[in-house]
């Protein structure tokens, strides 16, 4: 009895996870693109740089979110729009740097019509995810 009841649980998980998949399914192609070019660490210290070219789709917002540590980023190509708590929005363009400080919550993305191109240098904790959503 006690193995019926154990395979009928995990069917079940299966099937509610598969479905929740369905409904819930990754965004494909994704709207962000970022391919790293380095990765250095930071001799004494629990820091790494890492710098990345990185590519918004037109008309994403990423939402609220935060990275554990500087960022500095530099736009290319397109548009590109960045709003950090406290202080007020910047839409930007091609040519136009803009540093994030350590642990700045904010929401960034691209207004215009076609992909935003920037080059992005992170001076990040080791070991802690680059991009940290925040719940609103």
Known sequence: MLKKSIVFVTLAALALGTAALAQNPPVSPSPIKRTILSKIDL???NYETI???VEVAPGFKAGRHFHPGVVVGHVTEGEFWIAIDGQPETNMK???TKEIPNRAVHNEGNPGTVPAKLIVTYVVEKGHPMVN???D
């Open 94 to 96: 091609a040519g136009d």
């Open 43 to 45: 001799p004494g210290t």
């Open 133 to 135: 959503p925040v719940k």
């Open 51 to 53: 710098t990345a070219t």
